[in-house]
């Protein structure tokens, strides 16, 4: 699991709405209804996160939910924040 | 609900273990063995948030749990905040 260069990352930012590139990792944010509908899609993430192994720094207020990928080994982007950051992107629309 | 007053906030937290009051809020951290085990608690918190309608600002990175409490509405800590904190302590125990 290589950390990707900024061109690798830019490209695969093209496929994947919402998210963005600094400080060398990945970040999104998302607003729902209420709290209960933020932590169901916590719930769903949280289930696929640990089945890849592979898990977010996230942050929750209310129906706030903030979502930073990182692979801590690597000390940046690899192929796994692309996977996880895909998988979100898919739970959430 | 009435902001508490800094004097009742220290007295409260001579009963809440792990809780600092800071920054006009109540802050504490947890660490877990692993991911599921913080989300477990995570998902046992937000139950019981979502009956109280009082709800945490918290972030989680693997095993790491964070967690402020603060009542929006009255720019300040609130019995409803020592009563969230009490729950998660008693949870978490």
Partial sequence: MKK???AEI???LQSLPGWEYA???L????EFENFKEAFTIMTRIAF???????H????????QL???LYTHTEDGV??????????INDLVS
Wanted: glycine share 2%.
């Fill in 23 to 25: 400080d060398n990792a």
């Fill in 78 to 87: 690899t192929e796994k924040d692309i996977a996880l950051a895909k998988i």
């Fill in 66 to 68: 903030h979502i930073s």
């Fill in 56 to 63: 977010p720094d996230w942050s929750n207020v209310y129906n």
């Fill in 48 to 54: 696929e996160a640990e089945k890849l192994d592979h």
């Fill in 4 to 6: 990707l260069s900024e």
């Fill in 10 to 12: 830019q490209d695969e």
């Fill in 27 to 30: 970040h999104t944010g998302f």
